[in-house]
């Protein structure tokens, strides 16, 4: 028997006793009057209402360290992510009570009632006058001085690494101060926050293999979203003109460092806007949510000092590719050349990839690990852009960025197509890659061509992966850290 069964079985038998003496190991009566963190500010705002004969508090929370001293005992016990020490005393809180609270077991819920000292080192501490149980933990906690090391456990048991790692908490805690700051920022511009479909009868709006389910009562086939794109436009074309969505999507690809099959991402739309005016929206965004998470425009991730303030650098994927992937233009314009050079760098190509998709694979193999500071890359070839618009000037090109920073994409958009003839000639180059053998290529979605015949002002949106901007502000290294419960592989029985 492991130490930890041991320990378990332990408890089990000391349940029973506690039962059997009519304990009520899970009340459901005792209510906290005050929160530790409100108190805390009570500490520093109201410190003349406090002490031995001042305001009594109720208070409840986990116990995570126990110091028995005879009659007397610290504790300190744990609500969300604070932290209070209680003083008990055995002719204050009586005999049964105090002959209670020694047989309980760290990790335990307790609650207690009464006013705040401080002890001779400084420490305000509450005085216990009044001691419960209210939830008796079965297992025992993790030894904090080891904590929890594997990430294996502290991805599949999320609860425990919340319980025994700040960090964490603090991961999650930025996570919502993130989300939120980004929703007050569209709203404050004016854009509506909507929902759409998770699961549609086609999937689109990004080129994504997709999960499959099916509806019984409607006895047909449905998709979980990959993206909300073609949703969000069809509200566009109603008349919602600026409009978001906070949305989960899922695609069914590898897990990776980078990679989760479901995943967040904020998507908006702002009708009378190109692909310039959205990355000067980004630009300004960004920097409203760094400095509201860490005071600064300037952040360390994994070694590297980022600077977000505003004023990114801007290049096409043809420059980039020339100025930073080392290749001239003769070659860059020569696909029998492309491919060589493809070859060359163990750069996967297939015969069947048209010149746009062959540059684009050499751009995230030679250019996108090296964009480390905030860069927009701009000028995507059409074959890659299916629902970008073309660029006035070079039709081979098409009004889209995708942002980078410490060489991951953070956020892609573009101007809109709103001719539905272009669109629809957009999809079914698409169906011809399909059937050429690229599995993630769009379907052809003729109910969006419709919406888009009935009219949609001229219009920009973009997506951003809110996962991988929270690894950038917590300096998280991985997509796992940042995911409250990242998909696992299921462990063999």
């Not at 929703?183 to 854009?191: A, I, P, T, V, W």
């Not at 005071?295 to 600077?307: E, F, L, N, P, V």
């Not at 029998?336 to 751009?363: C, Y």
């Not at 052809?444 to 951003?464: N, R």
Request: proline share 5%; glycine share 6%; charged share 30%.
């Amino acid at each position: 028997m492991d130490k930890d069964t041991n320990l378990i079985q332990l408890r089990k038998e000391k349940i029973t006793e506690l039962k059997d003496s009519g304990i009520n190991l899970y009340p459901n009566d005792f209510k906290p009057s005050c929160s530790i963190k409100i108190l805390k500010r009570i500490i520093e705002e109201k410190p003349e209402t406090l002490g031995e004969n001042g305001n009594e508090f109720y208070m409840a929370g986990r116990m995570m360290a126990v110091n028995i001293m005879g009659k007397s005992s610290f504790i300190r016990f744990k609500e969300g992510s604070e932290q209070l020490q209680v003083y008990l005393q055995k002719n204050t809180i009586g005999d049964d009570n105090y002959s209670l609270f020694k047989k309980l077991d760290i990790g335990d819920f307790i609650g207690v009632k009464g006013p705040l000292f401080q002890t001779k080192t400084g420490e305000w501490t509450l005085q216990a006058k009044e001691f419960r149980l209210l939830s008796k933990a079965v297992r025992p906690l993790p030894e904090k001085f080891h904590g929890i090391k594997d990430p294996e456990k502290r991805y599949r048991q999320r609860y425990l690494d919340l319980i025994m790692n700040e960090d964490t908490q603090d991961i999650f805690i930025k996570r919502s101060r993130i989300i939120s700051t980004m929703r007050h920022f569209f709203e404050e511009k004016g854009f509506m926050e909507v929902e759409t479909p998770m699961m549609q009868p086609l999937p689109g709006g990004a080129e994504a293999t997709p999960f499959k389910t099916w509806h019984n009562a409607l006895g047909m086939e449905l998709f979980l979203r990959i993206a909300p794109e073609l949703y969000l436009k069809r509200l566009v074309v109603g008349g919602f003109e600026k409009v978001f969505e906070i949305n989960r999507n899922f695609r069914n690809e590898g897990v990776s460092s980078r990679h989760n099959p479901e995943f967040t991402m904020v998507e908006f739309y702002q009708a009378y806007a190109d692909y310039e005016t959205l990355m000067d929206l980004t630009e300004e965004m960004f920097e409203i949510i760094v400095k509201k998470i860490t005071g600064s425009t300037s952040i360390s991730y994994q070694g590297q000092t980022i600077d977000l303030k505003k004023g990114w650098q801007r290049i096409s994927m043809m420059d980039s590719l020339e100025q930073i992937g080392g290749i001239n233009a003769e070659t860059l314009n020569d696909p029998e050349a492309l491919l060589s050079l493809a070859q060359k760098n163990n750069i996967q190509i297939s015969k069947k990839d048209r010149h746009g998709k062959v540059l684009t694979k050499m751009f995230d193999a030679l250019v996108e690990p090296k964009l480390i500071q905030p860069t927009f890359i701009t000028g995507y070839p059409v074959e890659v852009s299916p629902l970008s618009r073309k660029n006035d000037i070079n039709t081979e090109l098409t009004d889209r960025f995708e942002l980078f920073i410490v060489g991951r994409e953070i956020a892609n958009g573009f101007s809109e197509i709103n001719d539905p003839e272009d669109q629809y000639q957009r999809f079914l180059m698409q169906v011809r890659q399909r059937d050429e053998g690229n599995s993630e290529a769009h379907i052809m979605d003729s109910e969006y061509v419709e919406a888009l015949e009935y009219g949609m002002p001229p219009t920009a949106g973009e997506g951003i992966g809110i996962d991988r901007l929270v690894m950038l502000l917590t300096d998280s290294p991985s997509i796992r850290e940042v995911i409250l419960f990242p998909h696992m592989k299921k462990i063999s029985e």
